[in-house]
């Protein structure tokens, strides 16, 4: 994960590590190489150019230049400077319904189904809940059989009704299903197109407005670099999601999505998926993914 963008910083800081005294003009080439390092990684133009201009200026206000030791004082400046941009703060789920709803939105292939397995066996295991999963991916058949798949690994009941196509009915049948037997999370797997079209805006808008979710999750695969960034923002502006879920990090060696996620949508980065199993799943901080990307 992250290995060119980490090789490249390490790179970067080296010659800073490595002096005794720098000078503004070190500290100018570490950040002009670190802008590059994020560009090359996928991170967002904008995003890219506005944080190095503040770690900077926050290197020249911290009289960088002048510390003991100046190189692990940039290091540490650009360590905080990432965690920031990434959010700062590990935010969780606010589950307060009775049953509590999650609904998940995100193009076809994102890795919403595979999340909505992972984080119903994490509730279960981790904060003993009773989750529900339900199926409203009435499009491809193959979908609703995916997630009784998965609903039989991690043995969690799934709700499905293969003859209907009314994607608002089966989530209202489902949560009175869960009001009877007890589920106290509902867990919402729904469509998702190759592209963002209207249709399904269309459906997962009212889908939303109908069942009034808890939280209403965007699934993205951080492969996709900058599109998932492009596509996080089109969601946001019909839904107002309440947080990003970024999937196959596994697989993702240049990082950009991570990084320019949050600022480009204002919207908490909360889970990650690392992998294909059920056990693939982590509660995202953001100073922690600081650390991996500085390696
Ligand atoms: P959906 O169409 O959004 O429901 O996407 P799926 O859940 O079906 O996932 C699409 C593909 O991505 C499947 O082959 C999953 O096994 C795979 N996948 C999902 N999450 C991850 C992940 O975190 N890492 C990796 N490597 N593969 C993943």
Request: hydrophobic content about 40%; some cysteine; charged content about 30%.
């Amino acid at each position: 994960m992250f290995e060119n963008l980490s090789e490249r910083l390490e790179r970067s800081f080296k010659i800073l590590k490595g002096e005794g005294k720098i000078t503004e003009i070190n500290v100018a080439e570490t950040l002009k190489d670190v802008r590059r390092a994020l560009l090359d990684a996928d991170v967002n133009y904008k995003v890219a150019k506005t944080f190095t201009d503040k770690v900077k200026q926050k290197a020249l206000g911290m009289n960088v230049l002048t510390a003991v030791k100046p190189g692990q004082m940039m290091v540490k400046l650009v360590h905080d400077e990432l965690a920031e941009l990434m959010g700062g703060e590990s935010v969780g789920l606010k589950l307060e319904g009775r049953p509590a709803i999650i609904l998940m939105s995100g193009l076809q292939g994102s890795g919403k189904t595979t999340f909505s397995g992972k984080l119903a066996n994490m509730l279960k295991k981790k904060q003993h809940k009773n989750p529900l999963l339900v199926a409203c991916d009435v499009y491809r058949p193959a979908a609703i059989e995916q997630l009784k798949v998965v609903g039989g690994q991690i043995e969690i009941p799934v709700y499905s009704e293969p003859e209907s196509k009314n994607v608002i009915g089966i989530a209202q049948n489902a949560i009175k299903e869960a009001k009877a037997k007890g589920n106290d999370v509902v867990i919402i797997d729904t469509a998702g197109r190759l592209a963002v079209d209207e249709e399904m805006m269309n459906e997962i808008e009212a889908l939303k407005n109908a069942v009034n979710p808890d939280e209403t999750l965007f699934v993205v695969d951080s492969m996709t670099g900058q599109d998932a960034v492009n596509t996080a923002k089109e969601f946001n502006d019909r839904l107002d999601f309440d947080g990003v879920v970024l999937t196959k990090l596994d697989g993702d060696t240049r990082g950009g999505a991570a990084i320019s996620i949050r600022t480009v949508v204002t919207k908490p980065i909360k889970f990650v998926g690392t992998g294909e199993k059920m056990e693939a799943i982590d509660v995202f901080h953001p100073s922690r993914m600081a650390d991996r990307i500085l390696g």
